[in-house]
């Protein structure tokens, strides 16, 4: 009996852990935390909160589509959705391979020239670190929207027509690398951990604001960063350029001049003033680079070419910085980007792609233990699918060859790895796709648009 009584009372113990460690979670998608626990005093020692909240992304997006569907509206749109968090996962990729190398610069700043010697233990160097990374964001965040080179690594996180909080994942692979600089000086006195602890709070907090199923937080929206004020952030409109670059806070943009609220009289226009019209993730990632040196190779004078670059991205010769605003488009409405795929085709799209997730998600769990060639030869496979996918999303004529050959290369490999029950499926599953799209390939199967 004693014995049953403390098997119960073990199970009850763990199930209410299990319960705090989820409230905990989700209260860190709203920026709500105990200071007092999570006081670090080395960089090594913050744990990767944005890893251990995938999940909560995924159920944040479930919510909020059904709550969408529930107003009447569409919802997240599978190829859109799929997208953004293809560029999430890019996003992922890259930051197994940089390894935290991002924050090394901003180690050593504080290491050897620090000013002040703030406790790490303290709840008051939490609260100022919170506030200083939120208001290096916000520096950061306008110079990503007025310095071309940066716009054309942020802009992949404004290339979606929607607006949901799948777009919060939606971000550039070289994201971190444009911004980290803004941050150093916060290395002059805030410990590395409470920067590198907030830096990720700042962007979970980030995530759920991406959303049009919130109308408004009430008298919050005067100090928050919310939904409305980040809607306008998102517009294509005239009246939404340039505006609401706060992460956590909007005080910022109203001390500084850039806050504009959102117009219930205009309906707002997502995506680029130019907007490209795929699916593809890596296209998506790299497009804009391209033109940036296009527009660097069309002027003659070095000081031209210089401001091609580094000025705003509507800049033109006889212009000021960011541009003439007569000149720029003021977006009214327009056709979103879309491609209806017959059913079958979305089945095996999401079965596919779950097949890549979860082979990401093992990466992610075992990337410290594996060789540096090892962690980027699967990153090139996960970036490689996603492509892929994104390729049968735009309904590309190279993507079933494509898909063919990254079919029959898995299944071969799979083959390789061991002979388990579960591998011998996989390889079934990899044959018999690739055979599909030969099929196709070969003319005696179709991709049919759906008639919507």
Known sequence: MADMTFANVSRDSGLSEVMTNHLKGIGRMFYIHSPKEQLYQKPEDVPNFFRQSYPYFLIFMIIEHIVLRLKGRKGIRLNDGITSISHGIIQECGR??????????????????????????????????????????????????????????????????DFNMGVG???????????????????????????????????????????????SLGPLEYILNTPSHHRVHHGSN????????????IIWDRLFGTFRPENDKIEIV????????????????????????????????????????????????????????????????R??????????????????????????????????????????????????????IGMVLDNSKYAPMLEVLRCSALAFLSRSIATTPIITALQVFYVTSAMFWCLHTLKLLEIKKKVD
């Open 96 to 161: 197994l391979i940089w390894r935290g190398a991002e924050s090394y610069l901003y180690t050593w700043i504080y290491t050897h020239y620090r000013i002040i010697e703030l406790p790490w233990d303290n709840i008051w160097t939490w609260y100022a670190a919170a506030l200083g990374v939120d208001f290096c964001y916000y520096w950061m965040h306008r110079a990503c929207h007025e310095v071309h080179i940066l716009w054309a690594q942020h802009q992949v996180h404004h290339t979606s027509e």
């Open 238 to 249: 005239k009246y939404c350029l340039d505006v609401n670059y706060g992460g956590v806070l």
């Open 335 to 388: 056709e979103k980007y879309d491609v209806l795929l017959p059913g079958w085709c979305n089945f095996y799209i999401v079965l596919h792609y779950s097949v890549i997730l979860y082979g990401f998600f093992e990466l992610a769990s075992k990337y410290m233990g594996m060789t540096p060639l090892s962690v980027i030869i699967f990153v090139l496979y996960v970036i490689a699918s996603l492509t892929i």
């Open 169 to 215: 994942i939606r971000q550039s692979v070289l994201q971190g690398w444009c911004g980290f600089i803004f941050y150093l000086p916060l290395a002059l006195a805030i410990p590395p951990a409470q920067f590198i602890m907030h830096h990720q709070f700042s962007y979970l907090y980030m995530f759920w604001i991406h959303t049009e199923a919130i109308k």
């Open 270 to 333: 997502y995506g680029l003033i130019y907007n490209q019209p795929s699916f593809n993730p890596m296209y998506l990632q790299i497009f804009y680079t391209g033109y940036v040196i296009e527009k660097f190779r069309r002027f003659e004078t070095w000081g031209e070419k210089i401001k091609a670059v580094v000025w705003g991205p509507s800049w033109e010769p006889g212009t000021p910085r960011l541009g003439d605003d007569a000149m720029k488009l003021d977006i009214e409405a």
